[in-house]
């Protein structure tokens, strides 16, 4: 495989309805397929569009006064036995595409906001649970992974990270250390530039391309792609973005990653994990928090 053509899907799903966005999400699964992608990569938590179970959940996920709701919503979570999974492994065995289909899903104690990858033949290679659950928010319901996983993708080392995963930068860090070749994201908030310089850094830091997807909305949106590749044969800077949505437009962004180039470049660059100085990142492994951040 000499390119990966990842198919970003930003389009709207409906709120906390998993059966009419199984219907949409097949259907731009077919699109995709016309489109020649070789992957699909949905937005975050697309069983129920990240929508929250009632008006202020994001702010007090805990209101006594919604019991209901919050269990009508958590109740939803899905297994890989459920008829929306097995859905998405049909289409792909049959129009022969991979597929990083997102959602609420069962968890061994609470749900959790998971990502599976499926593979060309219907197979599932990879379930990643989102690590860096936002605990200060209605995610704080959700059981949070414990893993960072990359898999192999028709010959592609793919890892996974969900939203605010890629606010930390160990989270990529672990998974290049891991094999990872391109890092796919499945989002679902604000991406303000910040943000998105966040995604151009974490591919120049870890020599790995990166692609996200994210829900069309004002000041949402912006399903971007990057390369790796900073520097062309010359030692001349090259801008590493490969593409980018607007914000508020529905569509499928193809995002074409050159394997071959990026190889090349992470052969010969100094970055990823090339002289890393690991004696002295004994700190990251504290899990003691004091002032400012305690919460």
């Not at 297994?79 to 595409?97: G, V």
């Not at 599932?124 to 200060?136: G, N, R, W």
């Not at 960072?148 to 930390?168: P, W």
């Not at 790796?228 to 193809?254: M, Q, T, W």
Request: net charge negative; with cysteine; charged share 30%.
């Amino acid at each position: 495989m000499k390119s990966l053509k990842v198919g970003l899907i930003q389009h709207k799903a409906i709120a906390n309805n998993i059966n009419n966005n199984l219907e949409l999400g097949l259907r731009y699964v077919t699109e995709a397929k016309k489109l020649g992608i070789d992957i699909v990569l949905f937005p975050e938590m697309w069983s129920n569009g990240y929508n929250p179970p009632y008006e202020e959940a994001f702010d007090n996920p805990l209101d006594e006064n919604y019991e209901n709701e919050r269990k009508k919503w958590l109740a939803e979570a899905v297994d890989e036995e459920s008829e929306y999974i097995k859905s998405f492994k049909r289409i792909a065995r049959e129009l022969e595409i991979g597929i990083v289909i997102t959602y609420l899903s069962k968890g061994k104690n609470r749900p959790q906001n998971t990502a599976l990858v499926i593979d060309k033949t219907g197979g599932i290679l990879m379930k990643y649970s989102k690590v860096h659950t936002c605990d200060f928010s209605l995610e704080g319901l959700l059981e949070s992974g414990d893993e960072f996983k990359v898999c192999d993708f028709c010959g592609v080392k793919l890892g996974i990270m969900i939203c605010y995963d890629r606010e930390f930068p160990e989270s990529a860090r672990i998974l290049m250390l891991k094999g990872a070749e391109i890092i796919l994201v499945p989002n679902a908030c604000d991406m303000n530039p910040a943000r998105i310089n966040q995604l151009s850094t974490r591919a120049f830091e870890n020599m790995t391309g990166i692609a996200m997807a994210n829900y069309p909305g004002d000041n949402w949106g912006n399903s971007c792609a990057y390369s790796p590749i900073v520097f062309d044969d010359n030692g001349k800077y090259i801008d590493n973005k490969i593409i980018s949505a607007n914000d508020i437009k529905e569509d499928i962004i193809i995002a074409e990653f050159d394997l071959e180039s990026i190889r090349n470049y992470r052969k010969s660059e100094t970055w990823g994990n090339a002289y890393r100085k690991v004696k002295a990142y004994e700190d990251l492994l504290d899990p003691k928090v004091e002032e400012p951040f305690i919460r």
